[in-house]
């Protein structure tokens, strides 16, 4: 297991990382998600080891990581911002990172650019930015990693190559028992896919739940009433976001959902209630703005 | 363990993965190589020269530069450093695998030189000295370039700070001197000239840091530890800052914190320096005065470029006081220090042999053979100085208290009615040296107290025997030949004097009129420090400054002077074999003399 516990991290006087704490099973997609600049990449970074910790440990199968440490060998990192030796080729680059990676196949590298349909011998700086994620993902899963980190992979790609690059990454954890933290702002793809999410805000990981309990706790609902709908005090839930479009209301809480139905009969005529599904980006939008975060309101 | 885990398993393997990319490199290389070393010299119908190979050493240093400096551009580039670093390779093995790979580059452009070199005939220089020079200087530059690219987030700030560092022993040697300057203006009788040499020869040679001394005394085993020490200096220097290196400040000019700021004092101390040949004549308090503000507006540009903004740091303003604070501590604990020998004059007795006079450079016959050699005084020993062709050492004990005597005086006060400098050298019984360097300046009120003191030191003995042989030193003549006599005669109607005339000149009457008339010089002079400080020479003369400075009259009538020559065909003499003289007046006797063999 991938544990980072207590992490901090100043860049100067800026604090970017607060006391974070991720805890990411072998064969578990953990998606780490969060508002722009609130130090995800710079998380990713400390787990891979390119930057040092103020404070803090990460361990793997309980050893502690460092940059000396054998286990970090195992670990595999894909960067946003992607970068390739001048005049590089996949196949070069290949040959290269398998000086360093004891695991490399050449026979997952061969399948895998079959797959992807890639130029081996085409210069990398030379490809799209699609084509280079492909490329940079093919050599990643070559590697065979224990531990991958994925930051924002599938940004650029199409919606075919992402889903063969989900198939990919989906058969590798499960075969591998593989652990991969991906960083990404596609929540809609990333609701389908992660085990277990991460939510980050302001340098601090807000919320970290396993993606089913996540979404057994909070609860959508679409519900329409006789009269003006008006707070409802209950311990068995909380109301945690609240629009109304026309006469219907939508509202996403915590708690009971039934509670919350009786609640509304007891003191309303209940025209419709339905309870709706919630996804990651609905999550995501509740729990940062129960942090303060997208709340404000453009004035007229 | 820890030494071990810095080499990564597979290096060898990088390191030729490096060497393939750098495939173009080595083909620019050699064309630029074979261009310039082979080709020109072939279409310029010359044959290879060392020239060439200088040239194409110059060149071997501008290619490791350039391609260490893009090796080791991974840490100035965010994405590259995370490419990097974030392999299976830590810092400190992806550094090594870096230098390795460029000191592989090196060895074979050096070696393709190295054998392109032994098909040449030499003609003005031993090539291996460019070679026992450079490599070195080759070896250390890369690791110099390597605890740049640490030291730095950005590949011109890298390329930078490699000239910085690497000369950053010459630029403490600079400020060293500097400091060495404000000790001269605050401590009389102390000079930087010397405290500078005895430093350089004693304690910081930076001759052997450099490797110049192995072109200059000859390549031995030493040249191998003064090589690896510097290595494993510079090693250690790579070892530990790369284990510090903060890499998310890559981008940044400077990424050490702690860097910035000594680099920050170190370029702000030097631009004063620098502008010090402008300010030379400042006296004490200008030269503390422009150091000060010259310093301060070097420190505040070099800040303001370094962290990129126009208000300083508290860290900056904070480092700014602690150095004022050590540059005024330095100057009130110098002249403390330093109070206590200025007073020093040493005891008669205790002295072996006393130099006193301006000329600093000294030329002896170090070898029956006829080898000379030359060496400032400050590096030159007693046995030296008693060779010397061009200074006189006075061993007699009263010459050596009279020149105490005028030292004595010349504490008291630096005042003369003429500007000038000279230096006093006493050599000890004991070995020890006393070096003391004095600026006199020209002031109005001056007591003319020295002068009763120089004129007792120029009436021993010792001086006159010293200081005018051929007309005091009776067994100077001895065993010599007639020397040929030339002489002119110039006044208002100048005119050679024919041979006939002058083969009537008798030597020893001659010798014995000028001893009267210096005899008589000597016991009325006044003025005269200028006389007892001046190198012997071939050329007599009395007092230039001696007398008080003829009325120049209209229209301008020269002097009338015999103009004397004397030249001993004598290849075996010791001291001089001409003497020259120019006989005025002031020479009553010996003017008189000439002037009968013309009747």
Same mark, same amino acid.
């Given at each position: 297991?991938?544990?980072?516990?207590?992490?901090?991290?100043?860049?100067?006087?800026?604090? &970017?990382?607060?006391?974070?704490?991720?805890?990411?099973?072998?064969?578990?997609?953990?998606?780490?998600?969060?508002?722009?600049?609130?130090? !995800?990449?710079?998380?990713?970074?400390?787990?891979?080891?390119?930057?040092?910790?103020?404070?803090?440990?990460?361990?793997?199968?309980?050893?502690?990581?460092?940059?000396?440490?054998?286990?970090?060998?195992?670990?595999?990192?894909?960067?946003?911002?992607?970068?390739?030796?001048?005049?590089?080729?996949?196949?070069?680059?290949?040959?290269?990172?398998?000086?360093?990676?004891?695991?490399?196949?050449?026979? !997952?590298?061969?399948?895998?650019?079959?797959?992807?349909?890639?130029?081996?011998?085409?210069?990398?700086?030379?490809?799209?930015?699609?084509? !280079?994620?492909?490329?940079?993902?093919?050599?990643?899963?070559?590697?065979?990693?224990?531990?991958?980190?994925?930051?924002?992979? &599938?940004?650029?790609?199409?919606?075919?190559?992402?889903?063969?690059?989900?198939?990919?990454?989906?058969?590798?954890?499960?075969?591998?028992?593989?652990?991969?933290?991906?960083?990404?702002?596609?929540?809609?793809?990333?609701?389908?896919?992660?085990?277990?999410?991460?939510?980050?805000?302001?340098?601090?990981?807000? !919320?970290?739940?396993?993606?089913?309990?996540?979404?057994?706790?909070?609860?959508?609902?679409?519900?329409?009433?006789?009269?003006?709908?008006?707070?409802?005090?209950?311990?068995?839930?909380?109301?945690?976001?609240?629009?109304?479009?026309?006469?219907?209301?939508?509202?996403?809480?915590?708690?009971? &959902?039934?509670?919350?139905?009786?609640?509304?009969?007891?003191?309303?005529?209940?025209?419709?209630?339905?309870?709706?599904?919630?996804?990651?980006?609905?999550?995501?939008?509740?729990?940062?703005?129960?942090?303060?975060?997208?709340?404000?309101?453009?004035?007229? | 363990?820890?030494?071990?885990?810095?080499?990564?398993? *597979?290096?060898?393997?990088?390191?030729?993965?490096?060497?393939?990319?750098?495939?173009?490199?080595?083909?620019?290389?050699?064309?630029?190589?074979?261009?310039?070393?082979?080709?020109?010299?072939?279409? /310029?119908?010359?044959?290879?020269?060392?020239?060439?190979?200088?040239?194409?050493?110059?060149?071997?240093?501008?290619?490791?530069?350039?391609?260490?400096?893009? $090796?080791?551009?991974?840490?100035?580039?965010? #994405?590259?450093?995370?490419?990097?670093?974030?392999?299976?390779?830590? $810092?400190?093995?992806?550094? *090594?695998? %870096?230098?390795? /790979?460029?000191?592989?580059?090196?060895?074979?452009?050096?070696?393709?030189?190295?054998?392109?070199?032994?098909?040449?005939? /030499?003609?003005?220089?031993?090539?291996?000295?460019?070679?026992?020079?450079?490599?070195?200087?080759?070896?250390?530059?890369?690791?110099?370039?390597?605890?740049?690219?640490?030291? %730095?987030?950005?590949?011109?700030?890298?390329?930078?700070?490699?000239?910085?560092?690497? %000369?950053?022993?010459?630029?403490?040697?600079?400020?060293?001197?500097?400091?060495?300057?404000?000790?001269? $203006? +605050? @401590?009389?009788?102390?000079?930087?000239?010397?405290?500078?040499?005895?430093?350089?020869?004693?304690?910081?040679? +930076?001759?052997?840091?450099?490797?110049?001394?192995? +072109?200059?005394?000859?390549?031995?085993? /030493?040249?191998?530890?003064?090589?690896? %020490?510097?290595?494993?200096?510079?090693?250690?220097?790579?070892?530990?800052? =790369?284990?510090? #290196?903060?890499?998310?400040?890559?981008?940044?000019?400077?990424?050490?914190?702690?860097?910035?700021?000594?680099?920050?004092?170190?370029?702000?101390?030097?631009?004063?320096?620098?502008?010090?040949?402008?300010?030379?004549?400042?006296?004490?308090?200008? #030269?503390?005065?422009?150091?000060?503000?010259?310093?301060?507006?070097?420190?505040?540009?070099?800040? =303001?470029?370094?962290?990129?903004?126009?208000?300083?740091?508290?860290?900056?303003?904070?480092?700014? @006081?602690?150095?004022?604070?050590?540059?005024?501590?330095?100057?009130?604990?110098?002249?403390?220090?330093?109070?206590?020998?200025?007073?020093?004059?040493?005891?008669?007795?205790?002295?072996?042999?006393?130099y006193i006079g301006s000329n600093t450079w000294i030329y002896a016959q170090?070898?029956?053979?006829?080898?000379f $050699?030359s060496?400032?005084?400050?590096?030159?020993?007693?046995?030296?100085m008693k060779k010397a062709d061009n200074v006189i050492l006075y061993e007699d004990?009263k010459t050596?208290?009279a020149i105490?005597?005028v030292?004595?005086?010349?504490?008291?006060?630096?005042?003369y009615y003429y500007n000038m400098s000279f230096v006093?050298?006493?050599?000890?019984?004991?070995?020890?040296?006393?070096? #003391?360097?004095?600026?006199?300046?020209?002031?109005?009120?001056?007591?003319?107290?020295k002068d009763?003191f120089v004129k007792e030191l120029m009436n021993t003995d010792d001086f006159k025997l010293k200081r005018m042989p051929f007309v005091y030193d009776d067994h100077y003549l001895t065993g010599l030949e007639k020397p040929t006599v030339s002489i002119n005669y110039e006044g208002e109607n100048s005119k050679f004097i024919p041979q006939n005339t002058t083969d009537e000149l008798d030597i020893e009457i001659f010798r014995a009129n000028l001893k009267k008339d210096f005899d008589q010089y000597l016991m009325e002079s006044d003025k005269s420090l200028n006389f007892l400080i001046q190198s012997p020479n071939d050329y007599y003369f009395m007092e230039p400054y001696g007398r008080d400075k003829a009325i120049m009259t209209?229209?301008y009538v020269m002097e009338e002077a015999y103009y004397v020559e004397l030249s001993f065909n004598e290849e075996s003499m010791k001291s001089k074999n001409y003497f020259s003289l120019r006989v005025t007046k002031a020479f009553p006797e010996t003017f008189e003399y000439i002037a009968s063999l013309m009747d």
């Amino acid at each position: 297991m991938l544990q980072v516990s207590l992490l901090n991290k100043s860049f100067r006087k800026f604090h &970017v990382l607060k006391d974070i704490n991720i805890n990411a099973e072998p064969g578990q997609i953990y998606g780490l998600v969060g508002s722009n600049g609130c130090g !995800k990449t710079t998380l990713l970074k400390h787990i891979i080891q390119v930057y040092r910790q103020d404070s803090g440990e990460i361990h793997y199968n309980n050893n502690l990581i460092t940059e000396k440490s054998e286990e970090i060998k195992d670990f595999y990192y894909v960067q946003d911002d992607l970068y390739f030796p001048q005049n590089s080729t996949l196949k070069s680059l290949y040959d290269f990172e398998k000086l360093l990676y004891t695991d490399m196949s050449l026979e !997952k590298f061969d399948k895998l650019v079959k797959y992807f349909k890639i130029d081996t011998n085409k210069r990398l700086n030379t490809m799209s930015k699609g084509q !280079k994620r492909q490329a940079a993902f093919v050599l990643a899963m070559s590697a065979n990693p224990k531990v991958l980190l994925l930051d924002e992979i &599938v940004d650029g790609l199409d919606a075919v190559i992402r889903r063969k690059f989900w198939n990919v990454l989906i058969k590798e954890v499960i075969e591998n028992n593989i652990t991969v933290i991906i960083s990404s702002h596609a929540l809609k793809e990333l609701d389908n896919i992660c085990d277990k999410v991460g939510i980050m805000h302001e340098g601090a990981i807000i !919320k970290e739940e396993e993606m089913e309990s996540l979404k057994e706790n909070l609860k959508r609902v679409q519900f329409a009433i006789e009269g003006e709908y008006e707070d409802i005090i209950d311990e068995s839930f909380t109301m945690l976001k609240f629009i109304k479009v026309g006469s219907v209301y939508f509202a996403t809480l915590r708690g009971d &959902v039934e509670a919350f139905r009786k609640s509304l009969e007891n003191r309303y005529k209940l025209l419709i209630f339905d309870e709706l599904a919630i996804n990651l980006e609905e999550i995501f939008i509740t729990e940062l703005g129960g942090a303060g975060y997208g709340m404000e309101e453009l004035d007229s | 363990m820890e030494w071990k885990n810095s080499i990564h398993k *597979n290096t060898g393997r990088l390191v030729i993965n490096g060497l393939k990319e750098k495939r173009s490199w080595f083909l620019v290389s050699f064309l630029i190589l074979f261009i310039t070393v082979i080709i020109i010299p072939i279409i /310029t119908g010359s044959r290879i020269q060392d020239g060439h190979i200088v040239v194409g050493m110059v060149e071997i240093f501008f290619l490791v530069f350039i391609n260490s400096m893009i $090796d080791f551009s991974y840490m100035h580039d965010g #994405r590259k450093l995370a490419y990097s670093i974030s392999k299976p390779i830590t $810092d400190l093995q992806k550094i *090594n695998v %870096t230098i390795i /790979t460029n000191v592989v580059f090196t060895a074979v452009l050096v070696a393709v030189l190295f054998v392109t070199s032994m098909f040449i005939k /030499t003609s003005y220089m031993d090539i291996n000295e460019i070679f026992i020079l450079t490599v070195p200087w080759l070896i250390t530059g890369i690791l110099t370039a390597a605890i740049s690219g640490i030291l %730095t987030g950005n590949s011109i700030a890298a390329s930078l700070a490699t000239i910085i560092n690497f %000369t950053l022993p010459l630029s403490f040697l600079a400020i060293i001197n500097y400091f060495f300057r404000i000790i001269e $203006d +605050i @401590a009389i009788g102390f000079n930087s000239s010397i405290l500078f040499n005895t430093f350089i020869e004693n304690y910081y040679r +930076i001759d052997i840091l450099y490797f110049v001394k192995y +072109i200059e005394d000859g390549f031995d085993f /030493t040249y191998f530890i003064v090589l690896a %020490t510097v290595l494993v200096i510079l090693y250690g220097l790579v070892y530990v800052l =790369a284990k510090r #290196r903060k890499h998310e400040r890559a981008g940044e000019l400077v990424v050490s914190d702690g860097y910035k700021s000594f680099i920050s004092i170190i370029i702000a101390s030097l631009v004063p320096i620098g502008f010090s040949s402008i300010f030379y004549n400042v006296g004490f308090s200008g #030269r503390i005065v422009t150091f000060i503000i010259l310093f301060a507006l070097a420190y505040y540009l070099i800040n =303001a470029i370094l962290e990129k903004s126009f208000r300083l740091s508290r860290l900056a303003i904070k480092l700014f @006081a602690g150095f004022m604070i050590f540059f005024a501590l330095f100057i009130i604990i110098a002249d403390f220090a330093t109070n206590q020998f200025e007073g020093r004059l040493p005891v008669a007795s205790e002295i072996s042999s006393v130099y006193i006079g301006s000329n600093t450079w000294i030329y002896a016959q170090e070898t029956d053979e006829g080898e000379f $050699d030359s060496r400032q005084i400050y590096s030159a020993t007693e046995e030296f100085m008693k060779k010397a062709d061009n200074v006189i050492l006075y061993e007699d004990q009263k010459t050596i208290q009279a020149i105490i005597d005028v030292h004595r005086e010349v504490i008291k006060n630096q005042d003369y009615y003429y500007n000038m400098s000279f230096v006093i050298a006493y050599y000890y019984n004991d070995g020890e040296v006393l070096y #003391r360097y004095y600026n006199l300046l020209e002031k109005s009120d001056y007591d003319g107290q020295k002068d009763t003191f120089v004129k007792e030191l120029m009436n021993t003995d010792d001086f006159k025997l010293k200081r005018m042989p051929f007309v005091y030193d009776d067994h100077y003549l001895t065993g010599l030949e007639k020397p040929t006599v030339s002489i002119n005669y110039e006044g208002e109607n100048s005119k050679f004097i024919p041979q006939n005339t002058t083969d009537e000149l008798d030597i020893e009457i001659f010798r014995a009129n000028l001893k009267k008339d210096f005899d008589q010089y000597l016991m009325e002079s006044d003025k005269s420090l200028n006389f007892l400080i001046q190198s012997p020479n071939d050329y007599y003369f009395m007092e230039p400054y001696g007398r008080d400075k003829a009325i120049m009259t209209e229209p301008y009538v020269m002097e009338e002077a015999y103009y004397v020559e004397l030249s001993f065909n004598e290849e075996s003499m010791k001291s001089k074999n001409y003497f020259s003289l120019r006989v005025t007046k002031a020479f009553p006797e010996t003017f008189e003399y000439i002037a009968s063999l013309m009747d």
